[in-house]
């Protein structure tokens, strides 16, 4: 059943997205890291990113997962590279780590595939769902190995009003992002990620969302 949407739920909901979004300035790095999804927005944002001379390396990761499953007939990072090449993305340019199901193993597949592969990359663009960004970001730098690697995270320029589609209802994307909320608040203490602080009027709006039903998603 669908959840109903007032006005103060579509304004709690503008206020948990963009708090998840960080708004961060791009440089130039040594690749572009894409955290797979049901998106295939994001696929293209970052092969967009490779081929306006951001980073000369551009990695996809992640197997199919609960939302994925049944969308995709391949994992979401083979799904996801064929969109770069699509876009001339050239093929010996392109990583694929095809078997993390959480942002843990995208990290440390990734992480490892890299060494077995004998590269190494000191600055990174990671790139995200605009309201997974700050616990992306969060994760990486919490469990990334090399503590010298440097992170900027970028997402398509969507505001909450923009970003929903066919398959990232207004209602799925909601459910998700507060559940994401609760985990950078609960994560830290688990290891899973560093420290953020959440404003009061963030996580009031997210407290209010969850009793508006959207409790889908959360840990």
């Known amino acids: ?23 961060m300035p791009l440089h130039p790095a040594d690749a572009i890291f894409c955290l797979c999804s049901l998106d295939t927005r994001i696929a293209a944002h970052a092969a967009q990113l490779y081929l306006d001379g951001l980073a000369p ?17 391949e994992p979401e990072a083979v799904v996801f590279a064929a969109i770069a090449r699509e876009m001339g993305v050239p093929e010996d340019k392109i990583i694929v780590e095809p078997r993390a199901r959480n942002t843990g193993e995208n990290v440390r597949f990734t992480y490892a ?25 969060a994760t990486f730098r919490k469990q990334w190995p090399d503590e010298a690697t440097a992170f900027t995270v970028s997402s ?24 994401d909320l609760i985990r950078i608040r609960e994560y830290p203490t688990r ?29």
């Open 1 to 23: 059943m669908a959840v109903e949407t007032t006005d103060q739920v579509h304004q709690d909901a503008t206020l948990v997205y963009n708090f998840h979004r960080m708004n």
């Open 57 to 73: 390396y551009l990695i996809y990761s992640g197997d199919s997962g609960a939302l994925t499953k049944g969308l995709f007939s």
């Open 113 to 137: 595939l890299l060494k077995e592969r004998g590269l190494e990359f000191n600055k990174l663009v990671l790139v995200q769902k605009p309201y997974m960004e700050r616990r992306t970001y």
């Open 156 to 179: 398509p320029k969507l505001s909450f009003d923009e970003y929903p589609d066919a398959s990232n209802t207004r209602e799925l994307v909601t459910s998700i992002m507060v559940g």
């Open 191 to 219: 290891g899973f990620q560093i420290e953020q602080e959440i404003p009061v009027e963030v996580w009031e709006a997210g407290q209010r969302l969850v009793r508006a039903g959207f409790d889908k998603h959360l840990p």
